[in-house]
Structure formats: C-alpha cells, structure tokens
C-alpha cells in the first residue's frame, strides 16, 4: 500500500501558459493537492512554490506532466512523508 507524501517545488510558468489552469488539470487528471505557498502570476509569466501531496506514483505523473507541458519545475528540499 501506497503512503502520501507531500514534495515541494516551484513551478515556472511560461507566457504560453500564464491563462491555462495547470493546478485545476493537476487535481483533476492526476488525483494530487497543491498547496500554494507563494505565488507571483503576471501576463508574461509567472510562478508558484507549493507543496503536492499524494501518492507517489501520482505527484511523479504530475511532475512529468508538467514538465512536458513546458512548466519548469524545480524541486525545493526533501520530500515530506506524511
């Protein structure tokens, strides 16, 4: 059985995206929770720290995802076991 965990990261968002609801497709399409710390979003670009918590094989597919989709991400810390 799966545990939670809960990773932190920041995700650079490109002008390309700054109006696409990658958090809402996060919850929706991968099952995980961002917990947004910090937040600056303009209309060129933007970024977020938060924290996402769920089962490890989701908050991976999620991470990927967003890579793929041109988010940068970068991990901040350790992964927060919960």
Known sequence: MSTDFCVR???TIPESLVR???L???VR???VTPDIRRADI???VGWIVCEIDGDPK?????LDWLRAEGV???LLGDV???
Do not use: I, M, Y
């Not at 989701?58 to 999620?62: E, I, L, P, T």
């Open 72 to 74: 940068g991400v970068d």
């Open 80 to 82: 927060l076991e919960s």
């Open 9 to 11: 990261v920041k995700l």
């Open 29 to 31: 399409d991968f099952d």
């Open 20 to 22: 696409t609801p990658v």
């Open 42 to 44: 303009s209309e060129s």
């Open 58 to 62: 989701n908050v991976d597919r999620a």
């Open 24 to 26: 809402a497709r996060l």
